[in-house]
């Protein structure tokens, strides 16, 4: 049986169910970049939504996932604060076409899984991806590990959607 709780998703604005995919104790991950290790939380996850299938990553000090700020103290670090706009780090042509599909998510949904599927396009193009296909592409950099499974498995249901 899957991990479940109800919390408000950070993509819809929705109090729903959420699907946990992953969870982590502190002790169990290395932090690159530690800066104020008490503003990282007791825990990490990673969670999906039932209503929209956002994937999000957060923290919490007391395992109270669904939590908000005070007793749960839940911290989002993806979807960013501003879900239209992807970090500076990531290239230019990703973030610009990623933009363009967040314009069209609320009114197309086909619109937007072409659009994504596009975004992919140039991760894979961004991170040297072999492959004479997006299908091929995507599962190169799966098979490098620059990809974790999960999002592995829903680029490949967007590759599908946006064909």
Known sequence: MENEFKGLC??????????LVYNANRDDFVLVNPGNIEDFGDEI???????CN????????????GGSFGKGHRHIYYPTPNNNELPIE???SIRSSYREAIKV???SSLSFAVMIRRSLEFVCNDKGANGKTLEKKIEDLYNKGLIPNQLFDLSTEV????K
């Open 54 to 65: 956002g994937i999000w990553i957060g923290s919490t000090l007391s395992g109270d996932y």
């Open 10 to 19: 950070p993509w819809c604005n929705a109090i729903t169910r959420q699907t």
């Open 159 to 162: 590759r599908k959607v946006g």
């Open 45 to 51: 996850f990673v969670a999906v939504c039932k209503k």
């Open 90 to 92: 990531v290239p230019e």
């Open 105 to 107: 998510k609320d009114v």
